[in-house]
């Protein structure tokens, strides 16, 4: 079975910081990974995937995330946070085989930006 | 372009009460579904559906049903409410099964009371 662990629900940073959100994912086959972003009171936004090319994954706003079988992991990071980053992140992940598209999320993690 | 509309955004409902929430999307997507967010826990599936007239179970689908009858509605229908069905209630809509991108809509803020 597939699970999706993201440690720590709440982050806190000092704008220019570095950004650091971490997830570990449980498959027993290669899966589609996912970050998504969510503002207070709105839907979910990809932010970006990793569906088995290029293990360094660019999604918008600037962030980026590396995908690590050794360690199954795939950690998202942003050199340098701004305050419109502050907002819910929610790491996903998904089984190919099923065909189906169905997401298992992780808990998620709130990012606090600090001035 | 509307993307995943959801109505209504918020709604009160007494226990045992029900009521159907709305999802339609106009990018003709096959693949639709339905979670549930609740604070600490992520999403959890309720129901999906790879196609008009085909729904199957997820995770959580206890106390729900869905109908597929078009490729643009994909309502989900709460019979007897109860209080442990407050939640936030996303549908979300994709173009293909497998590692592609999922659209949500804006939400629905349930509380049962």
């Known amino acids: 079975a597939q699970s999706v662990t993201q440690l720590g629900s709440h982050v806190s940073v000092s704008e220019g910081a570095l950004v650091l959100l971490r997830c570990n994912y449980s498959?027993?086959?290669?899966?589609?990974l996912f970050w998504y972003v969510q503002y207070p009171n709105q839907g979910l936004q990809l932010l970006l995937k990793?569906?088995?090319?290029?293990?360094l994954v660019k999604g918008i706003n600037g962030f980026e995330a590396e995908f690590k079988k050794s360690e199954t992991s795939f950690h998202l990071t942003k050199p340098s946070a701004h305050m419109s980053d502050a907002a819910e992140y929610f790491c996903?992940?998904?089984?190919?085989?099923?065909?189906?598209?169905?997401?298992?999320f992780g808990q998620g993690t709130t990012l606090q930006v600090k001035p | 372009n509307a993307g995943v509309t959801q109505t209504p955004k918020f709604r009160i409902l007494k226990i045992g009460q029900s009521m159907t929430l709305q999802c339609a999307q106009d990018?003709?997507?096959?693949?639709m579904y339905w979670y549930r967010q609740d604070p600490g826990m992520g999403l959890k599936l309720i129901y999906y559906?790879?196609?008009?007239?085909?729904?199957d179970k997820g995770e959580v689908p206890n106390g729900y049903n869905v109908s597929r009858s078009t490729t643009e509605d994909f309502p989900l229908r709460l019979e007897l409410a109860a209080p442990s069905q407050t939640s936030v209630y996303f549908c979300?809509?994709?173009?293909?099964?497998?590692?592609?991108?999922?659209?949500f809509g804006q939400g629905t803020r349930l509380t049962v009371v």
């Open positions: 979300a809509s994709s173009a293909e099964g497998w590692g592609t991108e999922a659209f």
């Open positions: 498959s027993s086959v290669p899966p589609y």
């Open positions: 990793y569906t088995s090319a290029a293990t």
């Open positions: 996903a992940v998904s089984a190919p085989q099923s065909n189906t598209g169905k997401l298992i």
């Open positions: 990018m003709n997507h096959n693949y």
């Open positions: 559906s790879v196609g008009a007239g085909i729904t």
